[in-house]
């Protein structure tokens, strides 16, 4: 029912800076929470940063003062803005969308849909 696209991965160096974007389908993203996580090899996937459906935002310690999650309804997108990079911020980065449960239930929906994942590499 709903897809999601991660794109804005690539290479940066230490101290730099990348703009994660993930872009939704359908006609309800305002709804949902949506959130970004991340998943480096042979470790489990964690929660980056997360924003309500009414605009709160939560962030990982790890990532707190250096990243900014955001959105805009109007374009069905959110977004990662990631500064201050370090190399232990290398991992896949995946969007989610949270499905509130009540709706989720009442139509047999998901109750969260997941996206492709993009590379995030910071080296020097």
């Known amino acids: 029912q709903v897809q999601l696209v991660e794109s804005g991965g690539g290479l940066v160096q230490p101290g730099g800076s990348l703009r994660l974007s993930c872009a939704a389908s359908?006609?309800?993203?305002?709804?949902?929470?949506m959130a970004w996580y991340r998943q480096a090899p042979g470790k489990q996937r964690d929660l980056v940063a997360v924003?309500?459906?009414?605009?709160?935002?939560n962030y990982a310690d790890s990532v707190k003062g250096r990243f900014t999650i955001s959105r805009d309804n109007a374009k069905n997108t959110v977004y990662l803005q990631m500064n201050s990079l370090k190399p232990e911020d290398t991992a896949v980065y995946y969007c989610?969308?949270?499905?509130?449960?009540?709706?989720?239930?009442?139509?047999?929906?998901?109750?969260?849909?997941w996206g492709q994942g993009t590379q995030v590499t910071v080296s020097s």
């Open positions: 359908g006609s309800f993203f305002s709804i949902y929470a």
């Open positions: 924003i309500t459906s009414g605009g709160s935002t």
């Open positions: 989610n969308a949270e499905n509130p449960h009540e709706i989720a239930t009442m139509m047999g929906m998901p109750y969260d849909y």
